[in-house]
């Protein structure tokens, strides 16, 4: 009996653990810690941040955009496909997101996703990263559709974002 107990236990706080998972950066951003906060207008910018609470922020946006795995090592066949669509070059794509994922997926798991990220912004693949995790941050926010490509749209939707995080 106890043990069963246990275990029901367990399952609750689980799916209680995956129910609060943010679903968006907007969740994300709304509880990063207070260090960050002032800098928010810089991250969105791309600009590359360091430390434990910049892991911890990035951890949260690049599982809401579902580019990496549970375990924060990157996901290549999430990103393959949307690199390309916006810049046809699969064998540099390939090799950015292997190279991004061998690099990092030997490091402690709250490390990997910020990571990964920041290989992937640095990478020569940089650029259509960018637009691909715009396009994903506005599907995954309901301000575009699902099967919405990169396009100009995207690049004013985040300009009318970021003008109201960037005073």
């Known amino acids: 009996m106890y043990s069963k107990l246990c275990l029901v236990?367990?399952?609750?706080?689980?799916?209680?653990?995956?129910?609060?998972a943010a679903k968006t950066v907007q969740q994300c951003e709304k509880k990063m810690?207070?260090?960050?906060?002032?800098?928010?207008?810089?991250?969105?910018?791309?600009k590359l941040l360091d430390g434990p609470e910049m892991d911890q922020h990035m951890d949260c946006v690049m599982k809401a955009l579902d580019f990496v795995r549970p375990d924060g090592t990157g996901d290549y066949h999430k990103l393959i496909?949307?690199?390309?669509?916006?810049?046809?070059?699969q064998r540099k794509h390939g090799?950015?997101?292997?190279?991004?994922?061998?690099?990092?997926?030997?490091?402690?798991?709250?490390k990997?996703?910020?990571?990964?990220?920041?290989?992937?912004?640095?990478?020569?693949?940089g650029?259509?990263?960018?637009?691909?995790?715009?396009?994903?941050?506005?599907v995954k926010?309901?301000?575009?559709?699902?099967?919405?490509?990169y396009s100009?749209?995207?690049?004013?939707?985040?300009?009318?974002i970021d003008a109201k995080i960037c005073k």
């Open 9 to 20: 236990a367990l399952l609750t706080c689980g799916l209680i653990a995956i129910a609060q």
């Open 127 to 138: 650029d259509a990263f960018k637009k691909v995790f715009d396009t994903t941050e506005l």
């Open 33 to 46: 810690p207070a260090s960050l906060k002032g800098r928010l207008c810089e991250i969105r910018q791309y």
């Open 141 to 149: 926010a309901g301000k575009l559709p699902g099967v919405a490509q």
């Open 81 to 89: 496909k949307p690199l390309n669509a916006v810049e046809k070059d």
């Open 95 to 110: 090799l950015n997101l292997e190279n991004c994922g061998g690099n990092t997926q030997h490091l402690p798991v709250g």
């Open 112 to 125: 990997r996703a910020n990571a990964y990220y920041k290989c992937l912004v640095e990478s020569t693949s």
């Open 152 to 160: 100009a749209m995207v690049d004013k939707l985040m300009k009318k």
